[in-house]
């Protein structure tokens, strides 16, 4: 293979993979839901149902600690965090690297595509439970 072929043959396979990655960034909230599963003993999803865990029922747009009737983490109260996207996506990967301190007893989700399903399904769930 003359090596503009081996360039031709990279950058489709750079763009293929980049499309992949750019279909699965939303998440697919029916997986998500099935990921939850493994949430939900914690995090009920129902409006004022704390678990273990508070609700995470709207939780996108929502600051960190700031429900009166769940009693957070210092840490958690403090952190400045709003739930978006994003945050949950760094918050989901490691919450002890992403907060210190907090008392989230989870290891986290090292699978991107798990975490993007995850918060498609939050995302989802925000939506249809919002007043």
Same mark, same amino acid.
């Given at each position: 293979?003359? *090596? +503009?072929?081996?360039?031709?043959?990279?950058?489709?396979?750079?763009? @293929?993979?980049?499309?992949?990655?750019?279909? /699965?960034? *939303?998440?697919?909230?029916?997986?998500? #839901? !099935?990921? %939850? #599963? &493994?949430?939900?003993?914690?995090?009920?999803? #129902?409006?004022?149902? /704390?678990?273990? *865990?508070?609700?995470? =029922?709207?939780?996108?747009?929502? !600051?960190?600690? #700031?429900?009166?009737? =769940?009693? %957070?983490?210092?840490? @958690?109260? /403090?952190? *400045?965090?709003?739930?978006?996207?994003?945050?949950? &996506?760094?918050?989901?990967?490691?919450?002890?690297?992403?907060?210190?301190?907090?008392?989230?007893? =989870?290891?986290?989700?090292? &699978?991107?595509? &798990?975490?993007?399903? @995850?918060?498609? =399904? @939050?995302?989802?769930? +925000? !939506?249809?439970?919002?007043?």
């Amino acid at each position: 293979m003359t *090596g +503009s072929a081996m360039r031709a043959v990279a950058w489709i396979t750079a763009m @293929l993979l980049g499309a992949a990655g750019v279909v /699965h960034a *939303g998440g697919d909230p029916a997986q998500g #839901e !099935k990921l %939850y #599963e &493994d949430c939900v003993a914690c995090h009920p999803i #129902e409006r004022g149902a /704390h678990g273990i *865990g508070p609700t995470l =029922y709207g939780i996108i747009g929502r !600051k960190a600690g #700031e429900m009166a009737d =769940y009693r %957070y983490s210092r840490a @958690l109260r /403090h952190s *400045g965090i709003t739930w978006t996207a994003e945050a949950l &996506d760094t918050f989901i990967a490691d919450p002890q690297a992403s907060v210190p301190a907090n008392r989230m007893p =989870y290891a986290g989700m090292p &699978d991107t595509v &798990d975490r993007a399903d @995850l918060i498609a =399904y @939050l995302q989802r769930m +925000s !939506k249809s439970s919002a007043p």
